[in-house]
């Protein structure tokens, strides 16, 4: 009997290759968007500072005639209008303006408070200072000439904290705009990639072991002439192969267990067959039997009417026998020449003898004429049956097989055309 389709087993679970190919790009892209975002934090830095000393300078510059002014006029009321107008925005801790002979006029400070890191310093450190000679112009008439000094100092953490929201804000939008575009390439990759492999893994898990050649080729529209779309005709080539190999050995396992001529199981099937019958119905404790087959004067018929019609009379009795005995169980096979054998796994001794019966009214229903028998006019068979329970007689198939052949002789010696069996 051929077996059936092997039962699927239930596979273990597998990561998705969507995913990790999401979280490799999405890791590169954070890993790539750290990289980039400081260096662009570098020069960030970098323009940070010149606005600063721009910015600062351009201050020092608007205010540089008043304070003159304030410091020519010896006028510290608008020496601290100046003072208060730079102090006002926090990004300044300390001011003071001097007359010329270094007193002070106006004076502001405020205690910087605490936290300013190692890198703040790094940074700005070296442009929080800033002191100018105050110059008064008195006109096209008179030189110009120093009249006092500003001297002012920045909050060196006001420009931390200005660093720090301008640095996260750049490295966020560096990261959502590093993981928007890995999220492009996720969906692009998943639909011109990954999405194709995954329908030739589906189609390959989806293929019958027993019919690699009916395998279900996926329709790769945009991968004919790409590495994908040759992957799929090599699989395709290999898989037809296999299946072709599968056909021969099926091809040549027929050969070998099936008889040429008649079409039904061969001497080497059924003693293959009766050694595995014999072994479950040991184990079993259920019964075995055997029906032996000849056919009555069958060299006569051969000699009278030729190779050709005892071929066709093999082929009959043989379809004969397949027809009745047509348990999925049983075996029906060639034993050799004009002998037939019959294997009846769970039939017992009357069981056997009835469709023993039935095989030879089977026969004689052919009609086959026969004009050299010496009882009849018509193609005829004796049958030999014999029936053990293997695990309590204890014969050996071997000898049931005897049984039967005795039994068959004992039919012809009876006249023929009949059924012999031990009683």
Known sequence: MKPGPPIPQRRPQRSSLTAKQAVLTLSIALLLSIIAGAIELALDARKMRQEV?????????????????????LNPELATQVVEGLFGDGSVAHVVIRDDFGRSMALREREVAPG????????????????????YDLGAASPT???????????????????????????????????????????????????????????IIETNPSQPGRWRKPNLAHHGDDELGHLVESLDELLHAFQRGLDQRDQLHQISTIDGLTGIANRRHFDTFLEAAWQRARRSGRPLSVIFLDIDRFKDFNDHYGHVAGDDTLRAIAGALAGVVTRSTD???RYGGEEFVCVLPDTDLEGARLVAQHIRDAIRALAI??????????????????????????????????????????AKH??????AWEV
């Open 369 to 410: 004429p026969h004009a050299c028998s010496d009882h009849t006019d018509q193609v005829t068979a004796s049958l030999g049956v014999a029936s053990t329970v293997p695990a309590a007689s204890g014969i050996t198939c071997e000898q049931l097989l005897e049984q039967a052949d005795s039994q068959l002789y004992r």
């Open 53 to 73: 000393q721009s910015q600062t300078q351009h201050r020092l510059d608007l205010i540089h005639g008043t304070a003159a002014e304030a410091a020519f006029q």
């Open 331 to 333: 075996l029906v096979a």
């Open 145 to 203: 000439e120093p009249v006092g000094d500003i001297e002012m100092s920045l909050a060196l953490d006001r420009l931390a904290r200005d660093f720090m929201n301008r640095s996260l804000l750049i490295f966020s939008l560096g990261v959502f705009k590093a993981l928007a575009i890995a999220g492009m390439l996720v969906v692009v990759f998943h639909a011109f990639i990954t999405r194709p492999l995954l329908q030739v893994h589906g189609a």
């Open 414 to 419: 009876q006249g023929r055309d009949r059924v």
């Open 116 to 135: 300013s890191n190692w890198l703040a310093h790094a940074l700005f450190g070296d442009i929080l200072h800033y002191q100018e000679t105050l110059i």
